[in-house]
């Protein structure tokens, strides 16, 4: 598979930001890794190769960028207030810089998001916050309340990223548009959020399909299954 380092410096950021883009050609996924993890997470974990067929066919373009966890959940060195306006700072640059290059190279409306565990937050909480940027969302293994990660804070920044809060009142046309997975495993630790997250979209009447596999645990080798079964309902 044809794969490009790219890298870009972020105003909002005020650092270079780095991703690994693999297809030349295709409809853009943008694939968030798991906590802390880099742009190149993916491919070594091989859940780029498990939708290999579809990238060779120029189909499908990923872009697996970096996370933004240092500066945000994971930097406990920082006020919990401080590390949710960091995560918007990474949500700005995502939706300001890193959406609009690829809508305009693979001249696309909207794009894909994917992500696995922490990832897959980082996808529902980006689709669910830009619908207008997001035409399928594939959360593999997530959770999706991040109030775990603040200490105890919570403010009006954190309600407006924590999807389970802000989702049961959020109203926008584009919701009802969207292609939307939600996959876990039986034996996942994160299989209730899922069960949740799907009752808040069902009460909205936003459809959806809750994928519950009857195997595995919270792992690669199960998000790696679900990955090219979920990309197929793109085309």
């Known amino acids: ?112 998001v994917a992500g696995c565990s922490l990832g897959g937050y980082q996808a529902l909480n980006f689709a669910f916050r830009h619908p207008d940027q997001v035409a399928h969302l594939f959360s593999m293994g997530a959770s999706f309340d991040i109030r775990m990660f603040l200490d105890g804070h919570y403010d009006e920044q954190a309600y407006f990223h924590n999807p389970p809060d802000y989702m049961p009142d959020a109203q926008n046309a584009d919701f009802y548009k969207m292609n939307i997975i939600l996959g876990t495993a039986e034996h996942d630790f994160c299989k209730e959020a899922n069960y949740r997250m799907s009752d808040i979209l069902a009460r909205k009447g936003i459809a959806h399909r809750l994928d519950v596999r009857p195997y595995g645990t919270h792992d690669w080798p199960v998000w790696r299954d679900m990955f090219p079964d979920y990309v197929s309902s793109i085309f």
């Open 1 to 112: 598979m044809h794969e490009e380092y790219r890298r870009f410096y972020s105003q909002h950021l005020g650092v270079d930001m780095e991703m690994l883009v693999v297809g030349d050609y295709g409809y853009p996924v943008i694939i968030f890794p798991t906590s802390n993890g880099r742009y190149f997470e993916a491919r070594d974990f091989h859940l780029t190769d498990s939708v290999r067929w579809f990238v060779e066919n120029r189909l499908l373009k990923l872009i697996c960028i970096d996370s933004g966890d240092k500066w945000s959940w994971y930097a406990k060195h920082l006020h919990p207030g401080t590390r949710v306006h960091n995560h918007g700072l990474y949500d700005r640059m995502i939706t300001d810089e890193l959406v609009p290059r690829f809508q305009q190279e693979c001249q696309v409306d909207k794009v894909g």
